[in-house]
């Protein structure tokens, strides 16, 4: 589990591919103390297995999905990456809980000048639009942040990014067009699927035993699972 709150930026040093998995190479900005081969590092938000530390060069195991679904398989050597260690049970959670499970990407749309922030516009893939939610939580290459607003009909969304977080992240070297990692917000994930259940199970409920439509969630669902 970790935070969304990045602790150092790396360079990606190589990248070798081999068949079903591979091998990722970085090189951390900053000094990661005490790092243990097994521990899992987010890199780019993507929960990866150290396997060494050779003079500061992390090898990471990857394996041929995280490749394909991140973008770890194609940012190229050199690229910039945020990192952060797993997190403890006495750290501060000061972000909010990730899994390091990457959804899916998005594209950046634009980025611009928003008062003193940052505002990132980038794309909303089909395979997260459930989750997402103004004033939500979502993680974009391993940096938590709030969403700002949400145009399912143009299928974007908007964050802020506050000096700071632009500053000391590899935010601020993506570009229009770049993908970047997204993965949505875990709790919203789990009381979605939840609920689906909840009416999936109840169109199969009938006093004749015939197979009802379901009317989506209502609100007996929401009273049911806590709302």
């Known amino acids: 589990m970790f935070t969304g709150l990045v602790q150092t930026t790396g360079i990606i ?36 297995t150290l396997e060494n530390d050779s003079g500061g060069i992390l090898q990471f195991h990857v394996m041929e999905e995280s490749f394909r679904k991140t973008n770890l ?4 050597p050199g690229a910039g990456v945020n990192m952060e260690r ?4 006495s750290s501060r959670l000061g972000g909010h809980l990730v899994s390091g499970h ?12 928003a008062g003193s922030d940052i505002e990132l516009l980038v794309e909303l893939p089909d395979a997260i639009a459930d989750f997402v939610v103004p004033e939500g939580s979502i993680c974009i290459d391993g940096v938590s942040l709030t969403v700002a607003a949400v145009d399912f009909s143009q ?3 908007s964050v802020r990014i506050i000096p ?12 229009v067009g770049s993908k970047v990692n997204l993965e949505a917000d875990m709790l919203g994930k789990y009381v979605h699927f939840q609920l689906e ?7 199969e409920k009938s006093s004749d035993g015939i197979a009802e439509e379901s009317g989506g969630i209502t609100m007996g669902d929401l009273l049911r699972a806590g709302f």
């Open 197 to 203: 259940r909840m009416a999936h199970k109840r169109s």
């Open 73 to 76: 398989g194609i940012l190229p």
């Open 13 to 48: 040093v190589k990248r070798i591919q081999n068949g079903a998995a591979g091998k990722l190479m970085v090189r951390p900005a900053k000094s990661m103390k005490n790092l243990e081969p097994g521990e899992s590092v987010a890199v780019n938000g993507t929960c990866l």
């Open 155 to 157: 299928k974007r969304f």
């Open 86 to 89: 797993a997190l403890t049970l």
């Open 164 to 175: 700071t977080t632009w500053k000391e992240t590899c935010l601020k070297e993506r570009k």
């Open 102 to 113: 990457i959804d899916t990407t998005g594209t950046v749309l634009s980025f611009g000048p």
